[in-house]
């Protein structure tokens, strides 16, 4: 927490300093950084020196018509992401002497936007890149979208529909992979491919003993929800063979869940499909891959007491991991090296969006002007008044320690007299202006004497003196993830990085609910209950971006107080545009009466009924029909606006 503090002041402020304070070289990965304007510039193309400012495309999207909040997807991320997690398998696989090759499988279930499933195709096409899908809507969506050579695989809860449409799309000579999760699918599958004289391809996804590390752990061992035990396993390949179908099982998979925190669980996991891998081949089956399943983590930049938002390995060592573990187990055994698949989404798509969040206005401690303090105040207050002296020429760390005791037994004494009704508001006023004022003068003054260690009294006034902003949007439809499980996301100012941030603040949402906030920020020694950030400026506009939130929080997101999908552009990096970037697509978030309709009200009704009332009142002559059709006219043109605030600011440029 207080090493923020140290960086802020050992020297001049410079851009670097930004990039530090708010720890970007632990979650930017390259994609991020703070160009020489102080804006947040972003680097989408591997290799290359390409920086877009950000401010040139919030200005861009907002002249084109897009509103805030705002999602924006810098696209070539996406591909970005796609070839360094192949290149590092490639690289790998060429190193050890792997006889078999890598393809990645991307699980749509982490970001289903068909722009974001079609930018990853087209950048792994070179790759091979295939899909993977859990449900029915899932695969409906995809089958029209591959290409013969695509390898879908279903995971997921298969009913007698599903199992018909993979087995249609085998007829048509797709790709489609069935992952056997349960032994009666495999029952339903082998007995609707009999009535049609089929020989269905299929895999099956096996409980482990290993479990997973961080929060999904579940997903994994024994008692998981998902996957066959070793003896339905048996069962299921006898089955097989009695049919002369053995050749038909094509994959083993297995999934330890997501964000695995600790490589070593995936080292052990693999070791364990890799034996089992073995036995089969040398009992004469035809396995051709091994699916390590998902799990490929993100550093969202926590640490230790976040194990969701930070991981020990990098993409690197991960493919090495797997790569070397399955080779020398087959090695070993003198098997065949399999076909290495895994699906990871997280660790594609995390990177590539950031949410735009304007800031609407900042609360804080207010305190009224020491000048009007009335003269003949109460002992409490006077008491106060004399304790503020104190402070503002107290020099010695220790004595301001004594002047923050004082004014918080002061303040005590002062709760209760007003609890007794011996207080006016006046003087209750006047007291609690004082004890903040008092508060921020000890602060000022110890964090300038950068004490070692810091004074407990010290972090509990940054505390009590963080700042509320106030941000156009939603937790629970933005980043659930940080309300629902603690993972932490990066937040920065996108400007005025040039200059020293000196605020705390704690970014809280437009929702009517205590939890809708940010309370756990990325900084460079973990975590920290603040963010430093800027004073607004009058008519001026203050964003912050929310980092990394590509992976699962569109989708899984909700609708809570009926804040809604947010507008969002596209963007692709292009040397020769102006400003380095065109803006592909623009796409208008939900809008009230769209919302309103998921809920069962519906805009005509709505409409209807609110237009009688107007012309009852104007029958009963309470305003005038002009004002009436002024006020309904306001009415109906609110319900097509989106879900969140109109900004305060007018944009200067
Ligand atoms: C969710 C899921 C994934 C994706 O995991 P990531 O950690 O996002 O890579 C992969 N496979 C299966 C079976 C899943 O359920």
Redesign the pocket.
Known sequence: MNDQQHVVKQHDWSCADARVLYAMDKWADGFYSVNELGHVSVCPLEGQELHIDIMDVIREARSEGTSLPMLIRFQDVISSRVRRLNHKFQMAIRESGYKGTYRS?Y?I??NQLQEVVAEILEAGQEFNIGL?C?SKAELLAMLPLITDETLLLC??VKDRTMLILMLNAQQLGQQVVP?IEKYSEFEHLMSLAETRQMKPRLGV?LKLNTKGSGR?FE?GGTSSK?GLTIPELVKLIRQLEDRRMAKQLELL?F?L????ADIQVLRSAIREITQIYADLMLRGMHIKYVDV?????VNYGGDYDTPESSINYGLREYANVIVYTVKEICDERQVPMPHLLS??????TAHHSVLVVPVLGVHRPDSLPIADFLADAPAVVSRMAAVFRDAQSAQKSNMLLECYHDAQEIRQETEQMARLGYLSVEYIAQSDSLYWSICREVLRKLAAAELVPVPAEQMELEKQLTDMYLGDFSVFHSIIDHWAIGQVFPVMPLHRLQEKPERRGQLVDLTCDSDGKVNKYVSMSGTSDFLFLHDLRRDEPYYLGIFLVG??QEILGDAHNLFGRVDEVHVYARAEETNGFWIEELLKGISVKEMLSQVQYFPNDLGRRMSEFIRRQINAGRIKPAEGTRILNNYTQRLGDTTYCDSYFEESS
């Open positions: 499988i699980p279930k982490v993977e859990g995971n997921g992952i996804r999904w997903s998902f998979h999934h869940g997501s964000q695995i399943g998902g799990g490929l983590g699906e990871s989404g997280r660790a594609l992976a699962y």
